[in-house]
């Protein structure tokens, strides 16, 4: 019988079948996509994400990033990474990295859908596998976390995102958060030639109608596009617990608040690695609160961010108040590592 079956052969999914295989585990991915598989998101990795990386044994180019900089176009703030460096890469460059790390790890990946799930007091059934315990790793509107009943209701407005690349040279080695009062604009170098932009919004509207509310920074974007506008949404997902019975949500699919402060791909490799480690340890009931722990600090702060950026008179406030405070700018920084 498979130790872990996971749905989801995305960077979540990957990582937490690569953290099994490493531990002695026989892992089985299931996707119905092939390697790489692009998405939108802002492709901004923050240290602790490279750092898991790095253990992991993912080796995966891109552009440094020494930082964070918020500007909404007379104020700017910005403050160093004080523990590491971040990394931009596109996502198409980290799945198949960590696609040839699990395949160097020993991992079997099949083709196909995951579907009903059933289960008994020693395994799980699903895809046509039966396996010890099933991670669902199947993105941010996951139909496991649906079909098992987890799905959470959200009383906020709803936010989505947009994402374009141009062929112009990175003007800075720091991710670029623009605001305005309808949305921001998130500005990620990944690679000498070329950036990425998403727009994050309650309003639907196409992209180059949200990019002109950002005046200062079309200018910066000159070079031609490179390749089609990506979307997501809506980006906030709760879900009322992150286990039933013998599955566990990983990834997005456990939850997510917003793309603002780069929480994607760090949290999906931090939840990656507490999964498993419950898992080898006997305790699959203590990954609610490893999760929770692991979390916290990021879903407070972004979950401010979200509510400031949902009023205009509060969202002008927000990069004046950080170039007031540089320290307290700094510090919350320090929490996004």
């Given at each position: 019988?498979?130790?872990?079956?996971?749905?989801?052969?995305?960077?979540?999914?990957?990582?937490?079948?690569?953290?099994?295989?490493?531990?002695?585990?026989?892992?089985?991915?299931?996707?119905?996509?092939?390697?790489?598989?692009?998405?939108?998101?802002?492709?901004?990795?923050?240290?602790?994400?490279?750092?898991?990386?790095?253990?992991?044994?993912?080796?995966?180019?891109?552009?440094?990033?020494?930082?964070?900089?918020?500007?909404?176009?007379?104020?700017?703030?910005?403050?160093?990474?004080?523990?590491?460096?971040?990394?931009?890469?596109?996502?198409?460059?980290?799945?198949?990295?960590?696609?040839?790390?699990?395949?160097?790890?020993?991992?079997?990946?099949?083709?196909?859908?995951?579907?009903?799930?059933?289960?008994?007091?020693?395994?799980?059934?699903?895809?046509?596998?039966?396996?010890?315990?099933?991670?669902?790793?199947?993105?941010?509107?996951?139909?496991?976390?649906?079909?098992?009943?987890?799905?959470?209701?959200?009383?906020?407005?709803?936010?989505?995102?947009?994402?374009?690349?141009?062929?112009?040279?990175?003007?800075?080695?720091?991710?670029?958060?623009?605001?305005?009062?309808?949305?921001?604009?998130?500005?990620?170098?990944?690679?000498?030639?070329?950036?990425?932009?998403?727009?994050?919004?309650?309003?639907?509207?196409?992209?180059?109608?949200?990019?002109?509310?950002?005046?200062?920074?079309?200018?910066?974007?000159?070079?031609?596009?490179?390749?089609?506008?990506?979307?997501?949404?809506?980006?906030?997902?709760?879900?009322?617990?992150?286990?039933?019975?013998?599955?566990?949500?990983?990834?997005?699919?456990?939850?997510?608040?917003?793309?603002?402060?780069?929480?994607?791909?760090?949290?999906?490799l931090a939840s990656a690695e507490a999964a498993v480690r419950c898992l080898r340890a006997g305790r699959p009931q203590a990954?609610?609160?490893?999760?929770?722990?692991?979390?916290?600090?990021?879903?407070?702060?972004?979950?401010?961010?979200?509510?400031?950026?949902?009023?205009?008179?509060?969202?002008?406030?927000?990069?004046?108040?950080?170039?007031?405070?540089?320290?307290?700018?700094?510090?919350?920084?320090?929490?996004?590592?």
């Open positions: 019988m498979i130790d872990l079956l996971v749905a989801g052969g995305g960077p979540a999914g990957l990582a937490t079948a690569i953290h099994a295989a490493s531990a002695g585990m026989e892992a089985v991915v299931i996707e119905p996509r092939a390697a790489p598989v692009d998405k939108a998101c802002g492709e901004g990795i923050m240290p602790g994400g490279v750092r898991a990386l790095e253990a992991l044994g993912v080796r995966v180019g891109g552009h440094v990033l020494n930082g964070i900089r918020y500007v909404d176009g007379r104020h700017r703030a910005q403050a160093l990474f004080s523990d590491g460096r971040g990394l931009g890469v596109r996502r198409t460059e980290l799945h198949a990295a960590l696609a040839r790390r699990a395949a160097e790890a020993g991992v079997e990946i099949l083709t196909g859908r995951v579907g009903e799930v059933r289960q008994s007091t020693d395994a799980v059934t699903a895809g046509g596998l039966r396996a010890r315990w099933l991670a669902a790793a199947d993105g941010l509107h996951s139909p496991l976390r649906h079909s098992l009943g987890l799905d959470l209701p959200s009383r906020r407005p709803r936010r989505f995102g947009l994402r374009r690349h141009y062929r112009v040279a990175p003007w800075t080695d720091f991710v670029e958060v623009h605001w305005s009062a309808s949305g921001e604009a998130y500005v990620t170098p990944v690679g000498d030639g070329l950036v990425g932009v998403a727009v994050l919004s309650t309003v639907k509207r196409g992209f180059d109608a949200h990019l002109a509310r950002f005046p200062r920074l079309l200018p910066l974007l000159e070079g031609p596009c490179a390749g089609p506008v990506r979307g997501a949404g809506p980006l906030r997902q709760r879900a009322r617990r992150r286990t039933a019975g013998r599955v566990l949500l990983v990834g997005d699919a456990a939850g997510y608040t917003d793309a603002l402060t780069g929480e994607g791909i760090a949290l999906a990954y609610e609160r490893y999760w929770r722990r692991l979390s916290f600090r990021h879903r407070l702060l972004t979950e401010g961010l979200v509510r400031m950026s949902g009023h205009a008179a509060a969202a002008r406030l927000v990069v004046p108040a950080a170039a007031r405070m540089p320290s307290v700018f700094a510090a919350a920084v320090r929490v996004l590592q």
